[in-house]
């Protein structure tokens, strides 16, 4: 439902790691990358045209239920519904080095005087960078032959320091894309847990957790947003048909949660490197399975 605010798309993926690189044709599949801005504008331009939808901006001190009813306690008021979905994390359950990694990432925008990229080919992955801290790579999606966004990502139990990620994207725009004079237009930094904690998707009956803090985020990769989009429209067609939100998990949903939880601990564990994992995935799987 959001093609029209896609800024760049690639049909054509490159995985690469030491002595092996990897061209992902993804067939009927297409990789889309959607600016934030450009979507928080977008939906929230959408909701203000209801005249049912109020915001309001406070700092939460609590969210609690009373009797079937959810209360939202704020800096400024209290207010009360029959359903109050939660997105913060109040309720999320304790992170710690032994049982989340954390992918954390830095990312700039550049933009060269002459062409240096193929628009056609995103790198997804790119292993052939240092491994000191643990599971590192690049990935650089061009969006013109003089632009994109270059991102040194990580998932590792804690933070490097912060002149560690510039250091890393320097030596790579340097020595690995072979490119000397560019401009930063644009600079990025995120967090996201990859947990095998417990986020429960709801509290009781009144309180709905949603995103991040109902566990939608794939351990694994730290994507979130198809998840989030599939698990709002359930919730919409249970509000529609005024049915419990149930917000359950399915036999589908432990069988990947299996999975997630299994890379995860391989890599908590050191049994395999990042690296060594990524590698394999790409090396003995066909196209088609990605």
Request: proline residues 2%.
């Amino acid at each position: 439902m959001f093609d029209e605010l896609v800024s760049s798309k690639w049909n054509n993926l490159a995985f690469l790691t030491t002595g092996f690189e990897k061209n992902l044709d993804l067939g009927s599949y297409t990789y889309k990358m959607i600016q934030g801005l450009d979507f928080y504008q977008y939906v929230l331009n959408y909701a203000q045209k209801f005249t049912n939808v109020t915001f309001v901006q406070e700092n939460i001190l609590s969210i609690s239920s009373d009797d079937s009813v959810g209360i939202v306690k704020t800096n400024l008021a209290s207010y009360t519904s029959k359903v109050v979905f939660n997105s913060t994390s109040l309720f999320n359950p304790v992170i710690t080095e032994q049982n989340s990694l954390l992918q954390h990432f830095k990312g700039w925008v550049i933009k060269t005087e002459t062409a240096q990229f193929d628009k056609n080919v995103g790198r997804l992955m790119d292993f052939t960078v240092s491994q000191e801290h643990g599971a590192t790579f690049m990935y650089v999606l061009p969006t013109s032959s003089t632009e994109a966004l270059v991102e040194y990502t990580l998932f590792t139990p804690k933070l490097i320091e912060k002149e560690d990620y510039k250091k890393a994207l320097v030596k790579y725009i340097k020595e690995d894309l072979k490119i000397e004079k560019y401009t930063i237009t644009h600079e990025e930094f995120g967090i996201i847990p990859m947990s095998l904690a417990n986020f429960k998707r709801t509290e009781d009956k009144t309180i709905i957790n949603i995103g991040t803090a109902g566990g939608f985020t794939k351990a694994s990769s730290g994507y979130t947003f198809q998840f989030i989009q599939k698990n709002v429209s359930e919730i919409i067609l249970d509000l529609k048909n005024n049915r419990p939100i149930l917000n359950k998990t399915t036999f589908k949903d432990k069988l990947y949660n299996w999975y997630d939880r299994t890379l995860i601990d391989v890599l908590l564990s050191n049994k395999l490197t990042g690296k060594e994992v990524f590698t394999r995935i790409f090396k003995k799987n066909s196209q088609k399975k990605f």
